[in-house]
């Protein structure tokens, strides 16, 4: 059997062991655990990483604990506009969406913009018609209701504030984006990035995740890359292309690059977040510059991690 290995994420912030509880901690490992499985299933089965990251993407989304389908935070006319894209690295073909309203699984429909359309980026009533079309499963607004991220919203709603996922305040962020990166045993890498955005954004924001290069990239030659953190400064950044630009022209390799690009470039900026990582040999990094980031691998060596805080909590 060839490698295989798949990394994903649920987003990075202010996660501190002290501020959680044991019975939370046990929801988020054991969400994480499965999205981890079911994209390991696919790439041990010698299915592709494609499939693996949109479908490991898709349980996250479906989970209210993570900031992107169900759980998306409310935006600034306490809506839910979400942004999701995927790539894949062989041919580097992508597809992305913005400010989409209502489909349960955004992160399928970008893939359907990939496979379906001439076009990588559709975004507004285009989308809209688009998800129609291709017959993408819709859900009306209660579906994203979540009373805690309701208040969230309430607090800062007559504001102009926004602010990151559950943060109560802006030295309390905590990001809720979900992501994941595959190898397959074909040699091919892929990435998919899904979110809410960033609670009472405004109406119309778009941030990097659905942004090729910014927050999701693929390239066999280099690595795939999922980020998450303040989305302007990683499409500033251009952080996931960036990344694999390191790996191309310096020769670096993907954990060098990515700890080069989270811990100096992004910091030079003042961004906060993280980024998973894959390269064609299975080498996995997850370096983050937050407290803590929700995140996992596992590996056809039989590794398996679910981790939640950063080293030195
Ligand atoms: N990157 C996302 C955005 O700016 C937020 C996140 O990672 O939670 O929309």
Redesign the pocket.
């Given at each position: 059997m060839s490698k295989y290995a798949i990394a994903i994420h649920g987003?990075?912030g202010t996660i501190l062991k002290s501020k959680m509880t044991p019975q939370k901690e046990e929801q988020y490992k054991s969400a994480l655990m499965e999205a981890l499985t079911i994209g390991e299933t696919i790439l041990k089965n010698g299915g592709n990483s494609i499939d693996a990251v949109e479908m490991a993407v898709r349980s996250l989304e479906d989970c209210h604990l993570f900031?992107a389908g169900k759980g998306s935070v409310f935006n600034s006319k306490g809506g839910h506009e979400m942004?999701a894209s995927i790539m894949e690295g062989k041919l580097r073909n992508a597809g992305a969406v913005a400010t989409v309203t209502g489909i349960k699984n955004p992160i399928s429909l970008a893939r359907k913009v990939m496979e379906k359309s001439e076009h990588v980026f559709l975004v507004g009533e285009g989308v809209e018609e688009f998800a129609k079309l291709h017959g993408l499963e819709k859900v009306d607004s209660n579906y994203f209701y979540d009373e805690f991220r309701y208040q969230q919203w309430q607090k800062i709603k007559d504001s102009d504030n926004f602010q990151?996922?559950h943060s109560d305040d802006k030295k309390e962020q905590k990001?809720?984006?979900v992501g994941a990166v595959a190898l397959d045993q074909h040699g091919n890498v892929a990435a998919a990035t899904s979110?809410g955005?960033?609670t009472n954004?405004k109406f119309g924001r778009i941030?990097?995740?659905s942004v090729i290069g910014a927050?999701t990239y693929a390239d066999n030659r280099t690595c795939a890359i999922s980020?998450?953190?303040?989305?302007?400064f990683?499409i500033r950044g251009v952080v996931a292309y960036d990344v694999s630009c390191l790996m191309e022209y310096k020769n670096m390799s993907l954990s060098d690059a990515a700890h080069e690009v989270i811990h100096h470039r992004l910091m030079e900026i003042q961004g906060d977040?993280g980024l998973i990582g894959i390269d064609a040999k299975g080498n996995v990094t997850l370096p983050f510059n937050t407290e803590g980031m929700y995140r996992g691998f596992a590996k056809s060596n039989g590794e398996k991690v679910v981790e939640i805080y950063g080293y030195s909590d």
């Open positions: 987003g990075a900031n942004d990151l996922d990001f809720g984006t979110t955005g960033m954004k941030g990097d995740s927050g980020c998450t953190g303040s989305g302007e990683f977040g």
